[in-house]
């Protein structure tokens, strides 16, 4: 089946950016996610990028896409204590007709 | 909008009883997600409706699983009987078309 990889922690400074990256294996991606979820909630869709696009910008954050590799990232500039939480990569994958979701990147921002 | 809602956000049982978690979609989604989330197994998807018609049921790890939905506001995941392995968050999510799915906040499941 597919499948998403992702980093399983990052700490960052506050005021700093934070990088999170993903791969994924899907061929025939249409739309990939980036979920945000905080302790004890549920999955916040933070923003998205079609398959067809490089770059999306959205206030703070910044996803990149790089689909020769299957290379998805999200940058958050100006990292806040706010922003710790984990991120969920997904991939809604064509073939399947499913979202496949990463395990999560466990974001830390210290001050 | 109100968002998914699920009920109850919390359970606790015993081992053996029946457990029937609830679930009102986003207005006007045409498909349902019922998902698992674990330490060990991450998110798991577990079935979805579209239309209020079940399409995949792949992810539903036993028979003592099941999901229905009644009508287009309405779904429900039933476990019985309940077994301690089955303790873990279940979302469920909805969505207009299939891919871009909105979550609720789940329901904290413990089968003691």
């Known amino acids: 089946g597919e499948d998403v990889e992702q980093s399983l922690f990052l700490s960052v400074r506050e005021g700093d950016s934070s990088v999170i990256n993903c791969t994924y294996t899907?061929?025939?991606?249409?739309?990939l996610y980036w979920y945000k979820q905080e302790p004890g909630a549920g999955l916040q869709l933070l923003t998205y990028?079609?398959?067809?696009?490089d770059m999306k910008q959205d206030q703070r954050l910044t996803v990149l896409l790089n689909k020769k590799d299957k290379h998805l990232s999200l940058r958050i500039a100006d990292t806040q204590t706010g922003d710790s939480a984990i991120y969920f990569c997904?991939?809604?994958?064509?073939?399947?007709?499913?979202?496949?979701f990463g395990a999560g990147t466990r974001l830390a921002v210290h001050p | 909008d109100a968002g998914v809602i699920q009920s109850p956000r919390h359970e606790v049982t015993e081992m053996g009883q029946e457990v029937t978690l609830r679930c009102k979609p986003i207005?006007?989604?045409?498909?349902l997600f019922w998902y698992r989330q674990t330490m060990m197994r991450g998110l798991e998807l577990l079935i979805y409706?579209?239309?209020?018609?079940?399409?995949?049921d792949s992810g539903m790890p036993e028979d003592r699983f099941s999901a229905k939905m009644p009508n287009a506001s309405f779904s429900t995941l039933k476990i019985q009987p309940s077994e301690p392995r089955d303790s873990a968050v279940y979302f469920c999510?909805?969505?207009?078309?299939?891919?871009?799915?909105?979550f609720g906040p789940g329901t904290r499941l413990l089968v003691l």
């Open positions: 999510a909805s969505s207009r078309g299939g891919e871009t799915q909105y």
């Open positions: 899907d061929s025939s991606s249409t739309y």
């Open positions: 990028i079609f398959s067809n696009m």
């Open positions: 997904a991939d809604f994958s064509g073939g399947y007709n499913k979202l496949i």
């Open positions: 207005s006007g989604h045409d498909y």
């Open positions: 409706f579209n239309n209020n018609v079940p399409i995949d």
